[in-house]
C-alpha cells in the first residue's frame, strides 16, 4: 500500500508492507522504518512533520509481536537533520506495556 501526502513543498511517499516504511524524495528511496528493527516486528500508520529548522519527523506505530491492529504497539519516532537523507535511532516516546498507543497520524 502507498500512502501520499503533501506537505510543504514537499512530495513524501510512504510505503507501507509490513517489511519497512520507506520515504520516497524525488528519486531516492531513503528506508526509516525498517522490520525487526529494536525489537519491533512490523511499524504501521507512518507520519511526518518538518520543523521550522528544516529538520524531519517521522512517526509510526512499532508493533511488537506482529502486525496486528492489538497487542504491544508503541509509538515511534526518529529525526533526519539532512531533509530525510538519513535518519537518526529509533526513539520509544510512548509505551503503555501491553496496550496499544497508536495512531500516530
Given amino acids: 500500500m502507498t500512502r501520499i501526502f503533501f506537505f510543504l ?3 513524501i511517499c510512504y510505503q507501507v508492507n509490513g ?3 520507506v520515504l520516497s524524495l524525488s528519486d531516492s528511496v531513503v528506508p526509516v522504518f525498517v522490520q525487526g528493527e529494536s525489537g519491533y516486528a512490523c511499524f504501521r500508520i507512518p507520519a ?3 520543523l521550522a529548522n ?4 517521522a512517526f509510526a506505530e512499532g508493533r ?3 502486525c496486528s491492529d492489538t497487542g504491544d504497539i508503541d509509538l515511534v519516532m526518529k529525526r533526519s537533520k539532512d531533509r530525510g537523507k538519513t535518519w537518526g535511532e529509533l526513539q520509544k516516546i ?3 506495556q501491553a496496550n496499544t498507543c497508536g495512531n500516530p497520524a
Fill in 94 to 96: 510512548w509505551d503503555d
Fill in 19 to 21: 517489511q519497512e516504511v
Fill in 9 to 11: 513543498s514537499f512530495l
Fill in 54 to 57: 528544516h529538520d524531519l519527523i
Fill in 64 to 66: 511488537k509481536k506482529g
Fill in 48 to 50: 511526518t512533520i518538518k
